[in-house]
């Protein structure tokens, strides 16, 4: 199906050449090919560009009828008659640029709905666009080219980097976010964590929370995605990380740069995690863990002890993956069922 132009506007287009030396791609056909947007393979048309990355999808490569194709120059050979090529080492990662090129987010259009609230004291870069019902609290720094959303809540205080987008019905307290840092609709930032002590006769009480989220830039938060504040010391999100829709962050954790946390994972207050650290879907960390650098933890899986760099586990509790998958192998011959 075509981009369509109600929700992703086409930016100005690119010649072959232009793309190419964009994405440090090696072309092939004609320079002055005009690229006008992009599609998958099946439905491209002859002013869009496409991508491929993996193999299977060679039978569509033979039928396209793109422009041309970001592809590995190992499979330059099998591109159709007629359709151009970029050859790059990255082909996925040349595509998105590209495409982000053909279709750019829209910029700040500047200006504060009348009906959005912002307090006097709050400090708003020119170009920044608040949206309808937002709210914009006392002391709240929103900087150059920043979007915030319909009825979204900037809290007290909160500062806001350059180019900011802030989905949508999302509130943020107790928060300073680095520049380029995506919110998207529904997530909450810096709310109280989830902290109480015992006390005489049963009752629970709240820990006061005093701690702050600061997100590094470029820091990419799913929709409904919740992010607690640090009680002593900051829930902190290295610089590039990414949650994905309905993720739990608790208080005091810390991330590295450039994290992935899939839908629906929760992470435990005081988790550590190193750099580039990849957690799949409704996976768990227990409180008060380090998970080293690269690690990998497997969809659904429960981690309840320290990984090391590089590590690989999956399972509940989360042993290293060829370990997990000698137990379930013995498990289905247990139980009858063969390998």
Request: hydrophobic share 40%; proline share 8%; charged share 15%.
């Given at each position: 199906m075509p981009v369509d132009p109600r929700f992703h506007p086409a930016g100005p287009p690119l010649t072959l050449g232009e793309a190419a030396a964009l994405v440090g791609a090696e072309a092939r056909g004609d320079a002055n090919l005009l690229l006008r947007t992009v599609g998958p393979l099946e439905e491209a048309g002859p002013d869009a560009l496409s991508f491929l990355d993996n193999r299977r999808y060679l039978?569509?490569?033979?039928?396209?009828?793109?422009?041309?194709v970001v592809l590995s120059a190992d499979?330059?050979?099998?591109?159709?008659?007629?359709?151009?090529?970029?050859?790059?080492?990255?082909?996925?990662l040349a595509f998105a640029r590209l495409a982000a090129r053909l279709h750019p987010a829209r910029p700040a259009r500047g200006g504060v709905h009348p009906s959005a609230i912002v307090d006097p004291t709050a400090r708003l870069a020119t170009d920044a666009e608040v949206g309808p019902q937002a709210v914009i609290g006392a002391g709240a720094e929103?900087?150059?080219g920043c979007i915030i959303g319909p009825l979204a809540v900037i809290g007290e205080g909160v500062v806001l980097g350059p180019n900011c987008r802030i989905g949508a019905h999302a509130s943020l307290s107790h928060a300073i976010l680095g520049q380029g840092v995506v919110v998207h609709p529904g997530a909450r930032i810096g709310?109280?964590?989830?902290?109480?002590?015992?006390?005489?006769?049963?009752?629970f009480e709240t820990v006061p929370q005093l701690g702050r989220v600061l997100l590094g830039d470029f820091v990419d938060v799913g929709a409904n995605a919740c992010i607690d504040?640090?009680?002593?010391?900051?829930?902190?999100?290295?610089a590039g990380t990414r949650l994905d829709n309905m993720v739990q962050v608790a208080h005091n954790v810390q991330t590295g740069r450039a994290c992935v946390l899939v839908a629906q994972v929760g992470i435990s207050g005081s988790v550590t995690l190193g750099d580039g650290v990849q957690i799949g879907g409704q996976a768990g960390v227990?409180?008060?863990?380090?998970?080293?650098?690269?690690?990998?933890?497997?969809?659904q899986s429960g981690v309840m002890n320290d990984l090391e760099a590089g590590a690989k586990v999956g399972g509940t509790p989360a042993w290293p993956l060829r370990e997990t998958f000698r137990a379930i192998a013995a498990l289905?011959?247990?139980a009858g069922r063969g390998n």
């Open positions: 039978p569509a490569l033979a039928a396209t009828r793109a422009g041309a499979l330059a050979g099998r591109l159709p008659e007629g359709v151009a090529g970029l050859l790059s080492p990255t082909p996925y929103i900087g150059p709310q109280e964590g989830f902290g109480f002590a015992l006390a005489p006769g049963g009752r504040r640090g009680s002593q010391r900051d829930t902190v999100l290295g227990a409180g008060h863990l380090t998970v080293g650098s690269g690690a990998q933890v497997a969809a289905r011959k247990l």
